[in-house]
């Protein structure tokens, strides 16, 4: 499987959203943009409120079920509620991809008391990646599953020992770039991890472009220049290549040295820093 063959294959994709209102609007926009796209030609229909079907002509069993669950990425209750809610409903999972991002103007705690920045940005990815991961598992040794941590270019200024910002000034932009640093740093160490338990998952990072959006503007950037395509692109680049290493970083889909992995002492930092927020909030 590869970014080019995906219309060879069945899916079933699961939406994270802050809201069902959140779900239904994604779900409406695909409906209304892939519908008589191909070849072949996909045909969208709801087989319920929540569920988009989208089937593809000529092939009455390939198909793509996308369906939503509800989840505040702010909260540590609400992402541990989702991971039980996952591992209820799903016995398998192939393919992670960790794409949400918040940015603040000013420092803003969240009812964890975490810098929200860092607990939307870093830890709910920590969190998914860990909690799912043996859902996660492949069976298949030629077949690793893929994590994909949606990191930037922009990244850098990482301190450990403040990440909530409680001893510096804030600034939205600094927090941002920390928390893609860590980004970056995770792959590398979910990447030991999974080897070191013996689990079948490859796990990436990666630059996904500059896209106008809501985040951008907030970064104080108006207009990107990339399409809404073209970044989704280099996540599904990622998860679906099954030729790739793992711990590594990717910018337009080519792997790209990453000098944040090189320092061994933020790497372990990380690792500690993400248990010890953990236990403080079990």
């Known amino acids: 499987m590869n970014e080019n063959n995906l219309n060879n294959y069945s899916f079933k994709v699961i939406l994270v959203c802050r809201s069902s209102d959140k779900v239904k609007a994604v779900q409406d926009f695909l409906a209304s943009s892939l519908k008589n796209t191909g070849p ?3 045909h ?17 069993s390939q198909q793509t079920i996308i369906q939503g669950e509800i989840a505040d990425l702010s909260s540590y209750e609400s992402v541990q509620s989702l991971i039980q809610q996952i591992k209820t409903k799903y016995s398998k ?20 008391n975490l810098e929200s920045q860092w607990q939307v940005n870093v830890m709910s990815y920590y969190w998914l990646t860990l909690g799912l991961q043996n859902l996660l598992h492949s069976q298949d040794p030629q077949q690793p599953s893929n994590v994909v941590f949606v990191a930037s270019n922009y990244s850098g200024g990482l301190d450990l020992s403040d990440v909530n910002f409680t001893r510096r000034p804030y600034s939205s932009n600094d927090a941002y770039r920390a928390t893609k640093q860590a980004n970056r740093l995770l792959a590398r160490l979910f990447s030991t991890h999974f080897a070191q338990e013996g689990l079948n998952i490859r796990v990436n990072a990666c630059h996904p472009g500059v896209t ?4 951008l503007q907030g970064l104080g950037m108006t207009k990107g220049f990339d399409t809404a395509e073209e970044s989704a ?42 248990q010890n ?5 079990q």
Do not use: H
């Not at 989208?54 to 009455?60: K, W």
């Not at 000013?106 to 964890?112: E, W």
């Not at 970083?249 to 992995?261: A, L, T």
């Open 40 to 42: 072949p030609k996909i």
């Open 277 to 281: 927020i953990t236990a403080q909030l």
């Open 44 to 60: 969208p229909s709801f087989s319920s409120s929540d569920t988009l079907n989208l089937q593809f002509e000529g092939s009455p």
């Open 93 to 112: 999972i192939d393919i992670l991809i960790n794409n949400a991002a918040a940015v603040s103007n000013t420092r803003k705690l969240t009812v964890d």
């Open 233 to 274: 692109r280099q996540a599904v680049f990622l998860a679906t290549s099954s030729d790739l290493g793992s711990g590594e970083y990717y910018s337009n889909m080519k792997k790209v040295d990453c000098p944040f992995v090189k320092n061994t002492t933020d790497l372990s930092q990380l690792w500690s820093t993400c």
């Open 212 to 215: 106008t959006s809501p985040l």
